[in-house]
Nanobody, 123 residues
Framework: QVRLVESGGGSAQPGGSLRLSCTAS????????MSWARQAPGKGLEWVSG????????YYAESVKGRFTISRDNAKNTVYLQMNTLKPEDTAVYYC????????????????WGQGTQVTVSS
């Protein structure tokens, strides 16, 4: 059974940091590109960041570039999203996703999705 389980969400003040984790099971994690996407209240799904299967390349949406860092540990079947200098507009449910093509992931097409974790940024 394929599972992607996100954790690490919660509340933070503007300027603060959070680190999201997504642990995978049921498929060969090291063969898949991974991404993070988010959905703010009343808005559509927004792609945030992606990472190649071996971690050799990473990509970011302009809205988070320089503030967020994606990484992965294939030995632990886990992908991370370090979020720094958080802003209220980062408030959303964050989802991790797995796919064989980073461009498809960027468009919102994935083989597997997690259930999401809430991130709330407010003072």
């Amino acid at each position: 059974q394929v599972r992607l389980v996100e954790s690490g969400g919660g509340s933070a003040q503007p300027g603060g940091s959070l680190r999201l984790s997504c642990t995978a099971s049921g498929f060969t994690f090291s063969s898949y590109a991974m991404s993070w996407a988010r959905q703010a209240p009343g808005k559509g799904l927004e792609w945030v960041s992606g990472i190649y299967f071996d971690g050799s390349e990473t990509y970011y949406a302009e809205s988070v570039k320089g503030r967020f860092t994606i990484s992965r540990d294939n030995a632990k079947n886990t992908v991370y999203l370090q979020m720094n200098t958080l802003k209220p507009e980062d408030t959303a449910v964050y989802y991790c996703a797995a796919g064989t093509n980073l461009l498809l992931l960027q468009s919102g097409t994935a083989d597997f999705w997690g259930q999401g974790t809430q991130v709330t940024v407010s003072s």
